[in-house]
């Protein structure tokens, strides 16, 4: 069977330049979101919040600092202190470092006491529940936009304050929960539009008997419209409905 069903063929319209925006930050959302989601979440699922990623980033994160200053003059520490100096600018780096993995131990710590993934006590791939205190903001109350707005805010404010006062990883703060919610936004909208999929293809398969052997209008079949013109003979309509609607069927089980 094709990999598209019918109702997607006919009336699917996607847009593409939305689509390769989207694509783009759930590509690269899972560092930024890693180093902020540790710090606002729990219970995160042992497939998504990996040892090796928090290894990774935190071994990225120390480095870095040496990178952009091309400091690497450990021969005379004197140089990295003192007004203006690159502990003067990144301190505040190395301290959220040095938070960020130390909570991340405790997350994986909370994960192996899950146990196996293979016994199905919890969803391996789950994001984590947020802390309880994004629940007590009150300015959005659906998860939705706690997730895309309040949850990134908290850590753009940081990133901001912490920049003013010349210190680089507000950059990075900024960078990352701009983002994060961006990543969110993106992944709301693949969830919308599955859940439309799956509605739009019962309604097009509940519909699809009065549209294609009766040749009932759209207005009195919820919008539903076959882009084709039908054989006359009602037999052979019989079974092409039937090869169609098996086909639709077997779409939305999958």
């Known amino acids: 069977m094709s990999s598209k069903n019918t109702f997607t063929i006919m009336y699917q319209r996607e847009n593409k330049v939305k689509k390769l925006l989207y694509d783009f930050f759930m ?96 969803f391996s791939l789950s994001t984590g529940n947020l802390h309880p205190i994004f629940h007590k903001i009150k300015i959005f109350e659906s998860e939705r936009m706690k997730e895309i707005i309040v949850e990134p805010a908290v850590f753009f404010i940081l990133g901001f304050i912490l920049w003013k006062f010349d210190q680089n990883i507000g950059m990075v703060l900024i960078i990352c929960s701009v983002i994060y919610s961006l990543s969110y936004v993106a992944a709301y909208n693949g969830g919308d539009n599955f859940i439309m999929d799956k509605l739009d293809q019962m309604i097009f398969n509940e519909e699809l008997e009065k549209v294609f052997m009766h040749d009932t209008e759209p207005e009195k079949a919820r919008g539903v419209k076959m882009f084709s013109d039908k054989p006359t003979a009602q037999d052979l309509r019989q079974k092409i409905y039937e090869v169609v609607s098996e086909n639709e069927e077997t779409a939305v089980a999958i």
């Open 27 to 122: 590509l690269i959302s899972s560092y930024p979101r890693l180093l902020i989601e540790v710090f606002t979440r729990k219970q995160f699922g042992q497939r998504y919040f990996s040892q090796t990623s928090v290894v990774i980033l935190a071994l990225i994160m120390l480095y870095l600092p040496f990178f952009f200053t091309g400091n690497f003059d450990f021969v005379h520490p004197k140089r990295y202190y003192g007004e203006g100096s690159f502990m003067g600018s990144y301190a505040t780096w190395f301290i959220y470092t040095g938070a960020f993995f130390i909570l991340s131990y405790l997350h994986l710590t909370e994960i192996e006491k899950h146990g196996s993934v293979f016994e199905g006590k919890r």
